[in-house]
C-alpha cells in the first residue's frame, strides 16, 4: 500500500531534521506556521489557487516567511526550502497535513504524548495534576501536552484520547452499556 503524500514530505522533513540536529527548532516552527495559515485562511487559498503561478507563490513565500522581525526570519532557511519545495512540487494543498505528520512524528521521538480529556465539568488543578500523574505511569511519555475540554452530557467520569487509543469511563457510556445489556 502506498504511502499518503503527508507522511513521505513529513517523513523526509523529520529525517532532514534529524540530520541537523534541530528537530525541537523545526517542529517549533512548524507549529508556528500551523498557527499562521489557521489565522490566514486567505494565505492557504493563495497557495493552493490554479491560476497563481508557482513562480509567484514561491516569491510570496519568501516574502512573508523571510521578513525579519526584531528576533530575525519567522522560520529558517532550511524550513523555508522545504516549503518551496512543497509548492514546486504542487504539494501545497497537503502541506498543513505534512506539518502537523512532522510535528506528531518529533513529539513520538521525544516522547512526548498528546492527551485529549473530556470530562462533564471543569477539573481543578489538583484533579488535572493526578490525570497527568496517571497517564504518565501508564504511558512511556516522558511529558504531556494534556487538552481538556467539558461535555456535561457525560454525567461523570472521563474520555482520555492518546493517538487513536481511547478509554472511555464516563457514567453516559456506562448507562449505555447497561442499556444494551437488558
Same mark, same amino acid.
Given at each position: 500500500?502506498?504511502?499518503?503524500?503527508?507522511? /513521505?514530505?513529513?517523513?523526509?522533513?523529520?529525517?532532514?531534521?534529524?540530520?541537523?540536529?534541530?528537530?525541537?527548532?523545526?517542529?517549533?516552527?512548524?507549529?508556528?506556521?500551523?498557527?499562521?495559515?489557521?489565522?490566514? %485562511?486567505?494565505?492557504?487559498?493563495?497557495?493552493?489557487?490554479?491560476?497563481?503561478?508557482?513562480?509567484?507563490?514561491?516569491?510570496?513565500?519568501?516574502?512573508?516567511?523571510?521578513?525579519?522581525?526584531?528576533?530575525?526570519?519567522?522560520?529558517?532557511?532550511?524550513?523555508?526550502?522545504?516549503?518551496?519545495?512543497?509548492?514546486?512540487?504542487?504539494?501545497?494543498?497537503?502541506?498543513?497535513?505534512?506539518?502537523?505528520?512532522?510535528?506528531?512524528? /518529533?513529539?513520538?521521538?521525544?516522547?512526548?504524548?498528546?492527551?485529549?480529556?473530556?470530562?462533564?465539568?471543569?477539573?481543578?488543578?489538583?484533579?488535572?495534576?493526578? /490525570?497527568?500523574?496517571?497517564?504518565?505511569?501508564?504511558?512511556?511519555?516522558?511529558?504531556?501536552?494534556?487538552?481538556?475540554?467539558?461535555? %456535561?452530557?457525560?454525567?461523570?467520569?472521563? /474520555?482520555?484520547?492518546?493517538?487513536?487509543?481511547?478509554?472511555?469511563?464516563?457514567?453516559?457510556?456506562?448507562?449505555?452499556?447497561?442499556?444494551?445489556?437488558?
Amino acid at each position: 500500500m502506498a504511502k499518503q503524500i503527508e507522511a /513521505v514530505y513529513g517523513e523526509a522533513l523529520f529525517a532532514c531534521a534529524g540530520e541537523s540536529g534541530k528537530r525541537r527548532a523545526w517542529m517549533e516552527e512548524a507549529q508556528l506556521l500551523l498557527e499562521i495559515f489557521k489565522d490566514n %485562511p486567505e494565505l492557504s487559498l493563495f497557495l493552493n489557487h490554479p491560476g497563481i503561478e508557482r513562480e509567484e507563490k514561491i516569491k510570496t513565500m519568501e516574502a512573508i516567511f523571510r521578513k525579519p522581525d526584531m528576533d530575525g526570519p519567522i522560520v529558517s532557511e532550511e524550513l523555508l526550502r522545504f516549503l518551496k519545495v512543497i509548492v514546486e512540487k504542487g504539494r501545497q494543498n497537503v502541506l498543513e497535513k505534512i506539518l502537523r505528520y512532522f510535528i506528531d512524528a /518529533v513529539k513520538e521521538d521525544c516522547h512526548i504524548g498528546v492527551a485529549h480529556v473530556t470530562a462533564p465539568a471543569e477539573l481543578t488543578a489538583r484533579q488535572k495534576k493526578a /490525570v497527568e500523574k496517571r497517564l504518565l505511569e501508564t504511558t512511556h511519555y516522558e511529558t504531556l501536552e494534556i487538552h481538556y475540554r467539558m461535555d %456535561p452530557s457525560l454525567i461523570g467520569g472521563l /474520555v482520555i484520547r492518546i493517538k487513536d487509543r481511547a478509554a472511555d469511563g464516563s457514567v453516559k457510556r456506562r448507562l449505555e452499556r447497561m442499556k444494551y445489556r437488558e
